[in-house]
């Protein structure tokens, strides 16, 4: 079965500092692995995904975030956060051989401070 | 107007009421999809659809039911509400082949008192 952890349901960062947002997944075969963001009162929007393409993928607004088949990871990173960037992100799992369902994680909340 | 469209946005309604939550799409894909999405749990999978034909249960279908009229409209419908079922739903579709891609309407919150 699959399934998606984020390590911390809020993270606050500085104006101008590096936002990483932690994701890790498991999965019993190849995964697609997905960012997605929501901003208040709006559905959810795709950010970046990673396909079996390469490992380092960019997303919109400067996002980018890296898969590490090692760690089982695919941690979201932005050099310089903007205020804009405030919003719930969620990571997300399916399964290469289906694409019946997406898991989401857990989500994390982002608080940028001027 | 909106790829994918949600209604009503907004909706209180009182325990053992009969609740529909419709959503339509413009964008021509198969594979429709109906989440829950509950503070600190993230997105859970209610039911979907791959076609007008098929329809599937996901991780919380108990309680739910949903009916796909046309490749456009996928309903889910809460046969008797109850406090518990508070929560903002989502439809989201996909295209058939994609890599999981979802596209998401804007959300249907719903209050059970």
């Known amino acids: 079965a699959q399934s998606v952890t984020q390590l911390g349901s809020h993270v606050s960062v500085s104006e101008g500092a590096l936002v990483l947002l932690r994701c890790n997944y498991s999965s019993s075969v190849p995964p697609y692995l997905f960012w997605y963001v929501q901003y208040p009162n709006q559905g959810l929007q795709l950010l970046l995904k990673y396909t079996s393409a390469a490992t380092l993928v960019k997303g919109i607004n400067g996002f980018e975030a890296e898969f590490k088949k090692s760690e089982t990871s695919f941690h979201l990173t932005k050099p310089s956060a903007h205020m804009s960037d405030a919003a719930e992100y969620f990571c997300?799992?399916?399964?290469?051989?289906?694409?019946?369902?997406?898991?989401f994680g857990p989500g994390t909340s982002l608080s940028v401070i001027p | 107007d909106a790829d994918v469209t949600q209604t009503p946005r907004n909706r209180i309604t009182k325990t053992g009421k009969r609740i529909m939550l419709e959503c339509s799409q413009t964008k021509g894909h198969d594979r429709m999809y109906w989440y829950r999405q509950d503070p600190g749990l993230g997105l859970r999978l209610i039911y979907y659809?791959?076609?007008?034909?098929?329809?599937n249960k996901g991780e919380i279908s108990d309680g739910y039911s949903v009916s796909r009229q046309a490749q456009a409209k996928f309903s889910l419908s809460l046969e008797s509400a109850i406090p518990n079922q508070t929560a903002l739903y989502f439809c989201?579709?996909?295209?058939?082949?994609?890599?999981?891609?979802?596209?998401f309407g804007e959300g249907s919150r719903l209050t059970v008192l």
């Open positions: 989201a579709t996909a295209g058939t082949g994609a890599t999981g891609e979802l596209f």
């Open positions: 997300a799992v399916s399964r290469k051989t289906s694409y019946d369902k997406v898991i």
């Open positions: 659809s791959f076609d007008v034909k098929d329809i």
